[in-house]
């Protein structure tokens, strides 16, 4: 591996600093807890017309943080896909 996108980022979650690539979106802590939201939110625009839904209604309807849609949406693994900013 050659680094590329490597560095210190701060958790989705719990906002700590924590070391990792482009696709950690987590840390260690929390990263089990990461997925699983990840997988619900997917699961929901699953369930959408279009699988498209603003990160607003997704958040108060999983009850899924804003910061974690954020996340999501910049998650090279979710790749903000069916995520409309409002
Ligand atoms: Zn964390």
Redesign the pocket.
Known sequence: MSGNGSGIKA?A??G?A?FGTSEDM??S??EARYRRLRDQVREYLWHQPGQVAPIMQISADLGVPMKVMRALMKDPRFKGKGLEEN
């Open positions: 958790c979650l719990c700590k924590f987590a840390c802590d929390c």
